[in-house]
């Protein structure tokens, strides 16, 4: 399941895109909080959360000058704290080498996608793992991305964490796209 902000257009769509490819690295605060409400909406508690962001490749964070995601996750967290939830961020994927899939097609979105991602070697086996582990038994494990297009990267990379036993409690966006014919 993933929850999404809204719609990605009009001033959601101008303000993500702000952010994400014209360095406008303060809007990393209310989009933050935004990400930090969709995640509290899923997941009303009384458990801890804790929100594992989908990782930029390697070009995204030197072109976006840091990974974008990581720094809205970090942000969510803080929302979520102050809203009176226990939360953290675990940073446990890491993006792989590949091409940009803005102009992709569904089918071509989810072949790229299922190469896309892997579990932080630090992670595989250790002490952070097993904490992680341990908590889908009492709160949640969140997936965050900025836009949900296809469904194919939160898949893929839940695909990875429950490869290792952590099972993703859902998923949560700023912004979804529209299929293009679906109905508003």
Known sequence: MCLSGGDYDGTRRALILAYKERNQATLA??????LGAVVRAGWPGPG?????????????????????????ARR?????RAAGCPAGVAHALRALPKSDSAHLDREQRALSARHAFAVRARWR????????????????????????????????????????????????????????????
């Open 48 to 72: 801890p959360v804790v929100v594992v962001p989908i990782p930029a490749t390697s070009a995204a964070v030197r072109a976006r000058h840091g990974d974008h995601m990581l720094r809205l």
């Open 125 to 184: 086996g250790g002490p952070r793992l097993a904490a992680l582990h341990a908590l889908t038994d009492a709160g949640a494990v969140v997936l965050v991305d900025d836009i949900l297009t296809t469904g194919s990267t939160l898949a893929a990379a839940s695909a990875q964490l429950l490869d290792v036993g952590v099972p993703v409690t859902f998923a949560a966006t700023i912004a979804a796209t529209r299929l293009r014919g679906a109905p508003s």
């Open 29 to 34: 605060g209310p989009l933050g909080d935004a």
């Open 76 to 80: 969510a967290t803080a929302w979520l």
